[in-house]
Structure formats: structure tokens, C-alpha cells
């Protein structure tokens, strides 16, 4: 595969399938990885000039290290390695579930950093690599809600500057920190329009500026080590909970 390729980890859905999207587009050939949504990622593929689809449970950090070290073997120019896939479970700071605590942790934090090492050890590229590790805006405006989610994303944008000092040359590393985008957990639609505008702008962000902003970070020259918001200003505000709640309970951005 002589083509600039990408892996996009959770790329068969919402903002990780905008991103495939972007770069396939482009004439990268996407690598879609998935779990559970073979179908989705096998249509996403069939629109795309380049892709194919990698499956593989992130619970799994053996399982997953060994997808990147067969995809360095056969990638000739591997450029980027974006980390979006991540679960999103309900707990609180006052009690902290040990199993959803555990699945936080290993899928949104510890296999992305192994992935990211051994990307960095295995991979080849004609034009420098690039790790992109997608967190949150929570990692500058926390709140309790979605305790063990937020304590994840925290401990992953943690490796970002770390990992970035360590790199060789030429490779650079990112942390991308999307806001409230698509509905998740249990929101309706409706309630989503509502949360997803609680920011500075008082607007939506859309799935589509985040995979611009992925492109950027890709093929740009931003120094290593820093994190790029696309939120609608959302991180600098203090939120007490989640934008799903303040929706809920009426309250509105200041």
C-alpha cells in the first residue's frame, strides 16, 4: 500500500466517521478499525476510494498492539494514527464503579498509549508521523458526572507532552479536544440541540470541524506536545455537571 494511509480507531461512527471521511477524500487510504460495528465500517468503506476495516476490542491491548504491528509491517507510508474510539459510561465521583472504571481506563487511555508507542517504534513514513489522541474538553472544564470517562481522557491527555518529548524527529504528537457534538449517553435529539450549545459561541460544533481540524493536525506544522479545542469555546467555562444535565435542569452557559 503505497498511498499515505491513516488508522482511525472507532472510524466507522460519528465523529471518528467524519474523520474517515476527511482523510479518505483526500486520497489517504483509511484504515476503519471497529468492534462491534463491522457493518457500518465495512459500508464506510465501500465509499471511500481507499479503506478497509480492521476489527478488534481496545478491552484487548495485546489484541490491539498486534493490529498496529501487522499494519507497520504492510503500510509503506503510514502518516497518522488518530486514537477516537473511546466508551462513555455514566458513574459519579462519590462512586466510582471498579468495572466501568476499569473499561475507561484500559480503552480510552492505556491501549491508545500502547498503540501510540508502537506505532512510533514500528511504523514507516516518507513524511514524518503523526499520533492524534482525541480527549475531551473536559480536560480543561471537569466536572463530576462521567467520572471514570473524565479521569480516562485526563490520564490520556497526560501521555500527549510526555510522549511528544520522547519522539524522535519529525513525529509529533497531539491531543484533539472535541466539546458536546453528537448526542450521546441517553440525550434525544432535541435535548442534544440544547446541551451542544451551552459554550461561548452559543452555537453547535460540528463532526465535520473536528475531522478539519484532525486534517490539520495531520498535515500542518503546530509544535508537538499541544492540544488543539474545537468546542465553540466551551472549555473555557466552569460547568458544575455535564451539558447533558445543566440541558436538563435548565441552566444556561455564562
Known sequence: MSLPSILVTGGAQRIGAAISRRFGAAGWHVVIHCNRSISAAEALAAELPSAEVVRCDLADDAAAVSMIEELAERLRDWRALINSASVFRPDAAHTLDIGIGWEAMQVNANTPTLMAQTYLQKARSTAGRRV???TDQ????PNP?????????????ATVPMLAMAAESGDRIYALAPGAILASHDQAEDEADVSHRLNLLKRRTSPSEVAEAAWFLANGTLESGQTLFVDSGQHLLAQLRDVIYLAREGELAS
Not at 473536559?138 to 472544564?141: D, G, R, S
Request: hydrophobic share 45%; proline share 0%.
Open 145 to 157: 458526572d462521567f467520572f471514570s470517562y473524565t479521569m480516562s481522557k485526563h490520564a490520556l491527555a
Open 138 to 141: 473536559k480536560t480543561a472544564n
Open 132 to 134: 492524534i489522541q482525541v
